[in-house]
């Protein structure tokens, strides 16, 4: 669709199993994963799949491959994995995956300025071993979310002139007794939200300036936590808090106040017999004193 006209454009592409658009910065093309086959039925339709750009005014049938096991031999894409390109739009670098069942990313970068390139020059930036499960970046950096040598898990710092996990910065170090979940970035720290016993759930502010980490308080106790943000050039952040008698709350945070806003998607659900119910977590010894 345009957008300003709000008029349907012709093109129809099929054999999509979900909208995977990366657009072009001028808005001509996007690259998009397109599965083997159209018949739901064949069990084999999923596999070896392939990144296309689609140039707008063209016919999809006319869409140069971009990305797959065929493309790439070298980076040993899998058959039943799926290939997935995109420009990040944090830096100034093109991102592809591999994706499977297995959630240790596979990913490899390039410059942007390879977009015009008929062969890519990816290089390795993730591989299963490296056991990274997730990571977010920013113009600068790529922050990594990773378990290895932390079982709590641990969120580490790579500069993108050298993204080497073996020499990264360890922004948030593993904590005792607490796991952390999740977290995003926004254009003056990093939010992450930790479980405690998987019942008590925290959220946590590292400022980049300082290196400084402090716990937010809530504006209830919170049973689990989602965070989410505009990136890396905005201070918006959002804050998703449920607990044991309370359903899923949005938030809006402000940092600079310190303050939670509800901001949810829909009206408010009302839960009355909840009202009385008092939720407390409690540890008790066990037979050989371990708590």
């Not at 716990?215 to 943000?229: M, R, V, Y």
Request: include cysteine.
């Amino acid at each position: 669709m345009d957008v300003e006209s709000q008029a349907r454009l012709p093109e129809q592409i099929d054999r999509l199993w979900y909208a995977s658009c990366s657009w072009f910065p001028d808005n001509s093309a996007f690259l998009y994963n397109r599965l083997s086959s159209d018949d739901v039925l064949d069990p084999n339709r999923n596999k070896n799949s392939k990144v296309f750009i689609h140039r707008l005014g063209t016919e999809p049938s006319e869409d140069v491959e971009f990305f797959s096991r065929a493309k790439n031999p070298d980076l040993d894409i899998k058959e039943e994995e799926y290939p997935i390109a995109g420009l990040d739009e944090n830096s100034d670098y093109l991102i592809g995956f591999s994706l499977s069942v297995d959630n240790r990313r596979k990913v490899w970068y390039a410059p942007k300025s390879e977009l015009a390139s008929d062969k890519i020059k990816w290089l390795k930036l993730f591989s299963p071993e490296d056991e990274v499960y997730n990571f977010t970046t920013d113009a600068n950096y790529i922050y990594a979310y990773t378990p290895k040598d932390a079982k709590n898990f641990k969120i580490l710092r790579l500069p993108w002139s050298n993204p080497d996990l073996d020499n990264a910065e360890v922004l948030v170090p593993e904590m005792e007794s607490e796991i952390i979940e999740d977290f995003s970035i926004s254009d003056e720290a990093l939010y992450f939200s930790t479980m405690k016993n998987g019942v008590q759930a925290k959220l946590y502010k590292t400022d980049y300036a300082t290196g400084k980490t402090e716990e937010i308080e809530l504006p209830k106790k919170a049973g689990s936590i989602s965070i989410s943000s505009k990136g890396p050039r905005f201070s918006d952040v959002w804050v998703n808090i449920s607990g044991w008698t309370q359903s899923n709350t949005r938030y809006r945070y402000n940092s600079e106040s310190n303050e939670f806003t509800v901001e949810t998607m829909s009206s408010k659900a009302e839960f009355p017999e909840y009202e009385d119910l008092i939720v407390e977590e409690l540890m008790v010894p066990s037979h050989d004193g371990t708590m």
